[in-house]
Nanobody
Framework: QVRLVQSGGGLVQPGGSLRLSCVDS????????VAWFRRAPGKEREFVAA????????EYEDSVKGRFTISRDNAKNTVVLQMNSLKPEDTAVYYC????????????????WGQGTQVTVTS
């Protein structure tokens, strides 16, 4: 069983940085690919980044490439999304999600979800 608990997020000015963490309390974390999605007010849920179970494969949505970094530490059952050079359009609720299959940017393919965390970028 995978149970994802998120932390991090908050309020930051444009150009600032935030770090989101996603921790699994289960024992099979390394078997799962993990992705971050976000949902801005009035918009559909959007793929942000994904990392394979072993961490060797990573994918980013185009608008966050070069600004966001996804990483994982399977010894700590943790995936981190480091967000730099934040923009107001990054404002959203961010969710981590886990799937047995790596490579999908479509949220219905993810079986387990964190509780969501608010990221607000404003001056």
């Amino acid at each position: 069983q995978v149970r994802l608990v998120q932390s991090g997020g908050g309020l930051v000015q444009p150009g600032g940085s935030l770090r989101l963490s996603c921790v699994d309390s289960g024992r099979t974390f390394s078997s799962y690919a993990v992705a971050w999605f976000r949902r801005a007010p009035g918009k559909e849920r959007e793929f942000v980044a994904a990392i394979s179970g072993g961490g060797s494969s990573i994918e980013y949505e185009d608008s966050v490439k070069g600004r966001f970094t996804i990483s994982r530490d399977n010894a700590k059952n943790t995936v981190v999304l480091q967000m730099n050079s934040l923009k107001p359009e990054d404002t959203a609720v961010y969710y981590c999600a886990a799937s047995k299959t790596y490579g999908s940017i479509w949220y219905p393919t993810y079986d387990y979800w964190g509780q969501g965390t608010q990221v607000t970028v404003t001056s």
